[in-house]
């Protein structure tokens, strides 16, 4: 019984101090001001649009009741949600769900999601990509309406959330192989559209060009690793690393790093599925960065926060192989 | 309890101290880009962000040492970006001539 019970308890004590401390704050942050500019005194932003729901409901807050606590109150209530959907997907697949959900609402990349008006497209996105996967691993007949719900919900949060287009399927090949081309063609329509869609958000003008794509593509790979190594050990977190400063060999080392880590998928492919689908997951999440040029900003921490729900039920799975138990009994 | 479930835990209390270290760091701009300068302190755009915060608490010398800072960087550094130079020098002027307004010390020479 205490077994069962003391890690929910050491959950909850330790989401009221982060959580109050994330709340600790006097005034907006990073781009924040951008947003309010944006919003204040302007007419609701249409909703079924790519970013809509998102910008919608910041722009009800900035004209209703704006306070930096305010905007932080609701990005840590979805931060909450999309950690129970986090644990409830971890059930699904059969593990206790408190280490999936503590590894969701502790882990520090999380910060920079909750903590600005930035991430609420990540938080409002990762809802939507994970309502999908619960209602697509459920056994309900009505859950394919569930799963385009969540995949527009997902849309309707970022235009990131497509990745939640081969998320699903991934997560049906671990019990069903014949999933798997599914997720291919999927990965293959995301990494298209991202190909035609690399050079979209740039303004113009001549103090943003275009980079060529390999410098582009090879900071970026160093970001993508980066932030990788920090989901296992979050330590020297930023909102401003200084990429352009490294040299080029570590653009090589880390497009080798991000390699590895996709073949390390495919050799787990047939000995443990689902580890390979949650690496599979974090390498879609970091895929399109890759390739669209976003005007200087390379990959940041809340673009992340897609990512920790599949690294969230890695460890899930890492645990069950080395310790034989399921995070604790379910 | 098993030993893997313990070591779940520290490192979940772990993750839950290196939160709590960072989202001090998010408490107001010039908490935020004090560690952003301390990562990066040759990039231009966190120092100069933190130079704006400085000017805003009405911290001039601070901020006139930090300007003074990325001028040494816009003339040393080889390796930035053409649209990071750009967008710091332009910011740089105009911040330059901001102190220099509220400080009433006249314009500097550099």
């Known amino acids: ?50 970013r809509g729901l998102s910008r919608w409901t910041l722009w009800y807050q900035i004209n209703t009741h704006l306070t930096p606590v305010a905007i932080r109150v609701v990005n840590l209530e979805l931060h909450l949600l999309v950690a129970g959907l986090v644990g409830l997907l971890a059930s699904q697949f059969g593990f206790s769900p408190w280490m999936a959900v503590g590894i969701m609402l502790l882990h520090p990349l999380a910060v920079e999601t909750v903590a600005t008006m930035s991430g609420r497209g990540e938080l409002v996105s990762a809802v939507g990509v994970l309502f999908a996967c619960v209602m697509a691993m459920a056994t309900s007949p009505w859950k394919w309406i569930g799963v385009a719900a969540g995949l527009g919900l997902s849309i309707a949060g970022k235009e990131s ?29 995301i990494i298209v559209g991202a190909w035609q869609t690399r050079s979209a958000t740039l303004p113009s003008g ?42 080029r060999i570590w653009t090589w080392a880390a497009s080798l790093c991000l390699s590895s880590v996709a073949y390390l998928a495919w050799q787990l492919r047939q000995g443990n599925a689902l580890m390979a689908t949650c690496l599979t997951w974090m390498l879609l999440v970091c895929a399109p960065r890759l390739i669209v ?6 990959f940041n921490e809340h673009q992340m926060y897609l990512a920790l729900p599949a690294f969230a039920l890695l460890v899930c799975a890492l645990m069950q192989k080395v310790s034989g138990e399921s995070c604790s009994p379910a | 309890m098993s030993i893997p479930k313990v070591l779940a835990m520290a490192w979940l209390c772990g993750y839950a101290i290196a939160m709590v270290g960072y989202a001090s760091a998010w408490e107001n701009e010039w908490t935020l880009w004090t560690v952003a300068t301390l990562h990066a302190p040759i990039k231009p755009r966190p120092v100069i962000n933190l130079a704006v915060a400085a000017i805003e608490r009405r911290e001039f010398i601070v901020a006139d ?37 509220l400080t009433d010390s006249g314009r500097r020479r550099w």
């Open chain 1, 293 to 298: 040029q976003t005007p200087k900003s390379y």
């Open chain 1, 1 to 50: 019984m205490v077994g069962r019970v003391l890690p929910w308890c050491l959950l909850a004590v330790l989401w009221a101090i982060t959580g109050s401390a994330l709340l600790n704050t006097t005034q907006g942050t990073y781009e924040d001001a951008f947003f309010v500019n944006s919003l204040i005194n302007q007419p609701p932003p249409p909703i079924l649009t790519p």
């Open chain 1, 206 to 247: 001549p103090s943003t060009p275009l980079q060529p794509w390999a410098t582009w593509a090879g900071l970026q790979a160093v970001a993508a690793w980066r932030l990788i190594v920090m989901t296992v050990l979050p330590i020297g977190q930023t909102v401003d690393f200084d990429y352009d400063g490294l040299a």
């Open chain 2, 65 to 101: 040492r930090l300007l003074t800072h990325v001028a040494l960087i816009l003339r040393t550094r080889q390796n930035l970006p053409p649209w990071d130079r750009t967008d710091a020098t332009i910011a740089l002027q105009r911040n330059r001539l901001l102190l220099a307004r």
């Open chain 1, 161 to 189: 959330g497509i990745v939640g287009l081969a998320c699903v399927p991934l997560l049906l090949s671990v019990r069903d192989r014949r999933w798997r081309v599914v997720a291919l063609i999927a990965a293959l329509v």
